[in-house]
């Protein structure tokens, strides 16, 4: 059987590229696996997430410029759907259109009608609705839409994503696809209730190799994830780290990734005088050493598709103080220490709570919870889910 994936980027850090790796790699044993990628050629390393460990194929597509009145038109539709049109099936359609042009539709079109693939898999909520807006034009009748972000993440007003002004748009595309995979059941329940739709649910896999088991000592809290805008919530903790700080003179955090909002968190770490107590790292391919050097791990998100950072967390024995997520908690259930999303008080507090918990209670209950996610129980799903689509054909 012959599996495409086809993604923006992943040829760089972060989660979404870390977990698609894992899938690839696990479905190649038994598959044919094709990997569709818009980053350039000279940025394919696939020594990145272990990826030349396995027999995949690796294509470049980049698209066509649109040009002159063709352009012009396209955006000025574009503007109208979002900001003033009825949000009909016929104005989305024409609205995949504007916001797609024939050009660079035809360029997609080629590129995966060249082998007749069994399954396409379109990684993340953009690519997906671009799969659906060809999806008559395509040789292969089963694709899959793998959407990496919570409802919540992606259709409240001002949402770095699309925004209540496109979820009509995405939605009525995600609808033409064979399948759409969510990341939780808790994110189900806003399709179903608005929409009538039905997404279907796999969790993330355990992505890495655990290292050692934290030895619960360092007391050292850790928090991992890319500096895009205000996503990790990363300002919010060194705010609240600021406040555990004035009572606490032992505990230090680190923070490892990178990002556009490094330079924000680099300027608050120096407006709180906490350059001795909190430590920027890059990210690293030997992520678990942090993870076995750490004690406590803080996710202070605004908002998670799934939130892989906690199942790592665990993995190698770590108490979790996380946001109050519906995320979090389908994956943690009451073991997480949690706190209103956005309040730094809170968050504080439960920093304090933290340093005083039973560690080995704790971290031998984090080690019971991770097993749930090894890849052995995911990739079985993918195979189940995709051996359905095929079977469609």
């Known amino acids: 059987m012959k ?6 980027s992943l040829f760089s850090y972060g989660g979404v590229q870390r977990v698609t790796a894992v899938i690839a790699k696990e479905l190649a044993k038994t598959a044919e696996v094709t990997v569709l990628t818009f980053d350039r050629p000279d940025l394919q390393d696939t020594n990145m997430y272990g990826l030349n460990e396995a027999p995949i194929n690796y294509e470049y597509i980049s698209y066509p410029d649109v040009k002159g009145f063709k352009q012009k038109f396209c955006k000025a539709y574009s503007f109208l759907y979002r900001k003033l049109l009825p949000q009909t099936n016929l104005t989305s359609s024409l609205y995949a259109h504007s916001s797609f042009p024939s050009e660079r539709r035809r360029r997609l079109i080629d590129r995966l009608n060249v082998c007749h693939y069994d399954a396409i898999i379109a990684v993340h909520a953009p690519i997906a609705t671009r799969i659906a807006a060809i999806r008559s034009q395509l040789r292969c009748r089963n694709l899959i839409g793998w959407i990496h972000n919570s409802f919540e993440a992606m259709f409240t007003k001002g949402s770095w994503y699309a925004g209540t002004e496109l979820e009509k748009y995405f939605v009525y595309q995600f609808r033409r696809l064979s399948h759409t995979v969510v990341l939780c059941h808790c994110d189900v329940a806003p399709y179903q209730l608005k929409y009538g739709f039905s997404p279907e649910v796999i969790y993330n896999p355990l992505t890495l190799v655990p290292g050692a088991c934290s030895s619960g000592t360092s007391k050292k809290f850790l928090a991992v ?21 004035e009572t606490n003179k032992d505990w230090t955090l680190d923070i490892v990734g990178e990002g556009p909002e490094e330079e924000l968190y680099r300027q608050l770490i120096s407006t709180y005088q906490l350059e001795q107590r909190v430590c920027i790292h890059p990210f690293t391919s030997n992520i678990q050493a942090y993870y ?7 996710l202070s998100s605004r908002w998670e598709g799934f939130g892989l950072v906690l199942v790592e967390a665990m993995a190698h024995g770590l108490p979790v103080v996380s946001s ?34 039973d560690w080995e209670q704790k971290s031998a209950k984090a080690l019971q919870i991770a097993k749930r996610f090894n890849i052995e129980i995911i990739i079985k799903q993918w195979q189940q889910i995709i051996k359905k689509t095929y079977g469609k054909g």
């Open 324 to 357: 109050d997520l519906p995320t979090s908690r389908e994956i943690m259930g009451d073991f997480g220490l949690y706190f209103p999303n956005g309040d730094i008080h809170a968050l504080a507090k439960q920093l304090h709570k933290a340093t005083k918990t």
């Open 225 to 245: 994830g890319r500096f895009s805008p205000r996503h990790k919530g990363f300002d919010l903790l060194i705010k609240a780290f600021a406040e555990f700080a």
């Open 292 to 298: 076995s050097n750490a004690q406590v791990y803080v």
């Open 3 to 8: 599996v495409c994936f086809v993604i923006e």
